[in-house]
């Protein structure tokens, strides 16, 4: 029995006919993406950022490392069975969720996934597919994703935040990935905002992920309702507390719901304040947010960024651009595609290295 049975969400709408100018241009990679549930493998042109073919399943924390390789193999079986003959890839890239040590392609910790401890993917992967293979933590090949493809072009500072489940991050400065001096620069959602602010995942207290999260929207508003405040949201929740999400949360605000606008409110408060602390330190030139919260689009822009100019170093106030991410549910697929371009581009044989044990 095929693995990916156990797996919903293959989507076949996904895919498409090759069409004859997917194979002339021969800047074709592989594009990998590791999520804690989420999987998905593409072809991407690795010069214009453009997806060719996609597959994508979701996967259970259960089946540990090995089990989302054997899943992320099986789509890209899929993927490959149906390239034209003589296509050539140039590289695999993988966008990986969680810290890994980009120089050799190695993960050092999944939060979520038991076994990814210490595993060599880059290297694993390239003896499986022939391919070099370049491995980047999530949130950092997204910002270069942005940087080459999205809302990031023409910048060559920027701070990109992922704010989905959590809150991740990645700095480019001077057009390259910031990744510091143990590889953890970037992360975003650590900030300490509110000292006495809730309980992070971190341990530590206030951190802008326990604070503005999609899980931190959502406890935000069933406090407010624990508290006694009238609202829609339990009737769109379908009276469970526990079925708010921060999707319903914007939902309920657009129809006029005055708590799940209040929470709002201050989460786009804790965001400006936080955007400001960052750009107070490197003056980037654009803030990107991207992530599933990030498709509220204006609703949550909008206050973010008067939240910012309120905070913000005054001679920064009306010079710091934040605007959504360009790619949000393909984000991960063009990070991974854009690590691909920037190896192809240190190299001008467009032979890559890194990766090839
Ligand atoms: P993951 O953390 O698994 O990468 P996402 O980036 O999709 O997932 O983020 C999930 C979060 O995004 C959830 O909290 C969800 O409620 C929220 N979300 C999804 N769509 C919207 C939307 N249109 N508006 C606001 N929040 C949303
Ligand atoms: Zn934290």
Redesign the pocket.
């Known amino acids: 029995m095929p693995r990916l049975s156990h797996c919903i969400g293959t989507d076949p709408a996904h895919r498409k006919e090759w069409g004859v100018s997917d194979v002339t241009g021969g800047d074709l990679c592989l594009a990998l993406d590791f999520?804690?549930?989420?999987l998905a493998a593409g072809i991407v042109d690795w010069r214009s950022g453009h997806v060719i073919q996609q597959a994508r399943c979701r996967t259970g924390e259960a089946s540990g490392a090995e089990g989302q390789i054997a899943d992320m193999l099986e789509l890209v079986d899929g993927l490959l069975a149906a390239m034209p003959q003589g296509v050539r890839l140039t590289g695999a890239g993988v966008s990986f969720?969680g810290p890994v040590e980009a120089a050799t392609g190695t993960v050092l910790q999944s939060h979520h996934v038991p076994g990814w401890d210490g595993l060599p993917l880059a290297s694993r992967l390239s003896h499986r597919l022939g391919l070099p293979v370049l491995v980047e933590n999530d949130a950092n090949a997204v910002a270069l994703g942005e940087l080459l493809y999205g809302a990031g072009r023409g910048a060559v500072d920027l701070v990109y935040m992922?704010?989905?489940?959590?809150i991740g991050g990645g700095v480019i400065l001077g057009g390259e990935l910031w990744r510091g001096h143990r590889g953890l620069a970037g992360e975003v959602g650590h900030m300490v905002v509110r000292p006495d602010g809730p309980l992070c995942t971190c341990g530590n207290y206030g951190c802008l992920e326990a604070l503005a999260?999609?899980?931190s929207?959502?406890r935000r508003a069933r406090e407010a309702l624990a508290s006694g405040a009238g609202s829609e949201l339990l009737a769109l929740a379908e009276g469970d507390p526990q079925s708010i999400?921060?999707?319903?949360?914007?939902r309920a605000a657009r129809g006029g719901d005055e708590v799940a606008q209040s929470v709002i409110a201050a989460v786009a408060t804790d965001l400006g304040l936080g955007i400001a602390m960052l750009c107070s330190i490197l003056d980037p030139a654009r803030v990107i947010l991207g992530?599933?919260?990030a498709?509220?689009g204006e609703q949550?822009l909008a206050p973010v960024r008067e939240s910012f100019r309120r905070h913000a170093f005054p001679m920064l106030v009306d010079r710091v651009e934040i605007v959504r991410a360009a790619a949000?549910d393909e984000g991960g697929l063009l990070g991974a595609a854009a690590l691909v371009a920037r190896a192809a581009a240190r190299d001008r044989t467009c032979q890559m290295h890194v990766g090839i044990p």
Request: charged share 10%; proline share 0%.
């Open positions: 999520g804690g549930t989420k969720g992922t704010i989905s489940t959590g999260s999609g899980l929207i959502a999400t921060a999707e319903l949360v914007f992530g599933g919260v498709k509220a949550l949000i």
